[in-house]
């Protein structure tokens, strides 16, 4: 017992390193297709497309589950907040902005959900909390200032900084208006109806620049990069994470965001599409300890 146990612990957390280096290396390896010649919402239409249909596919193969008429309205709203405005802005943001800057605000999202909580929620905000916050924040906001004061994307770009920073609000609130919705279903539920969704709600404006994409004198070096953001990035990762976290604890789940923007970072270097710089190390520890400070605050809640 104790065997499968450790065996599945071990899973567990190979599982979330996994995910979270795949969403890292994404940055990077979306950054590059989309230099290349794939627009930001081709790549946007990619995503959802085709994690909507690997969805559908994998359904087959899983538990059947009965969902409620008005869960499947309910769906529409999750698929706006939690992926169309999420990914949309994610996408289009890293079209903009650096692979470095676009991970490191990525792991902005707990302090978001830490907010989101307390207003709609009405979770308390505890003075560590509160230290996080200002914290991330400022970390956040070092990133914005030191894109505004460069016309490089190697270092960022205020809009596209702007954008993921959106992005990640938009999952936050999505995880807070949602969450009993989430708690109801399994994944492949969960994610076939809110990608059909996205699907039917983004294709009617994108798909004359997407088709014009597919028609387009794009290399196989491309198509792969576009390949990888869509099964690694937007399929694989997901079933990574919901094997996690059926075993390991959410402050545990919290600490490998930490993995995504280290990866990022050293892809993006090695790649030449980045440019890593000191007030960059400074962003990163204020956000880093901003996160640390959060999620550290909200389990030593949960055990008293």
């Given at each position: 017992m104790m065997f499968m146990q450790n065996q599945r612990a071990v899973m567990a957390h190979l599982s979330m390193?996994?995910?979270?280096?795949?969403?890292?290396?994404?940055?990077?390896?979306?950054?590059?297709?989309m230099i290349h010649g794939v627009s930001g919402l081709s790549m946007?239409?990619?995503?959802?497309?085709?994690?909507?249909?690997?969805?559908?596919?994998?359904?087959?193969?899983?538990?059947?589950?009965?969902?409620?008429?008005?869960?499947?309205?309910?769906?529409?709203?999750?698929a706006i907040f939690g992926l169309l405005l999420n990914q949309c802005c994610y996408t289009m943001g890293l079209s903009f902005t650096s692979p470095i800057n676009a991970s490191i605000v990525t792991t902005s999202m707990p302090i978001f959900a830490m907010l989101l909580s307390a207003l709609i929620l009405k979770e308390p905000i505890t003075g560590k909390k509160a230290i996080g916050v200002l914290m991330g924040c400022s970390g956040a906001l070092m990133l914005i200032l030191t894109s505004a004061a460069h016309v490089s994307n190697k270092v960022g770009d205020i809009r596209g900084d702007l954008l993921c920073l959106f992005a990640q609000f938009s999952f936050a609130l999505y995880l807070s208006l949602?969450?009993?919705?989430?708690?109801?279903?399994?994944?492949?539920?969960?994610?076939?109806?809110?990608?059909?969704?996205?699907?039917?709600?983004?294709?009617?404006?994108?798909?004359?620049?997407?088709?014009?994409?597919?028609?387009?004198?794009?290399?196989?070096?491309?198509?792969?990069?576009?390949?990888?953001?869509?099964?690694?990035?937007?399929?694989?990762?997901?079933?990574?994470?919901?094997?996690?976290?059926?075993?390991?604890?959410?402050?545990?789940?919290?600490?490998?965001?930490?993995?995504?923007?280290?990866?990022?970072?050293?892809?993006?270097?090695?790649?030449?599409?980045?440019?890593?710089?000191?007030?960059?190390?400074?962003?990163?520890?204020?956000?880093?300890?901003?996160?640390?400070?959060?999620?550290?605050?909200?389990?030593?809640?949960?055990?008293?």
């Open positions: 390193f996994g995910a979270c280096a795949g969403w890292g290396l994404m940055a990077p390896v979306g950054k590059e297709a946007v239409t990619f995503r959802v497309v085709g994690a909507c249909l690997l969805f559908w596919a994998a359904s087959l193969f899983a538990k059947k589950e009965q969902v409620l008429r008005q869960d499947k309205l309910m769906f529409a709203g999750a949602f969450n009993p919705l989430i708690k109801r279903y399994n994944v492949f539920t969960i994610n076939r109806y809110m990608f059909t969704w996205a699907t039917l709600m983004l294709l009617p404006f994108t798909f004359g620049e997407t088709a014009a994409t597919v028609h387009s004198s794009l290399t196989m070096k491309t198509w792969l990069e576009v390949g990888y953001v869509v099964c690694v990035g937007t399929f694989f990762c997901y079933i990574l994470t919901m094997v996690g976290q059926r075993t390991l604890r959410p402050t545990v789940v919290s600490v490998y965001n930490y993995v995504q923007p280290i990866v990022s970072v050293l892809a993006s270097l090695l790649m030449g599409i980045g440019v890593f710089k000191s007030t960059h190390a400074l962003a990163v520890i204020l956000v880093f300890t901003g996160v640390w400070l959060v999620t550290k605050s909200r389990a030593r809640e949960k055990t008293t």
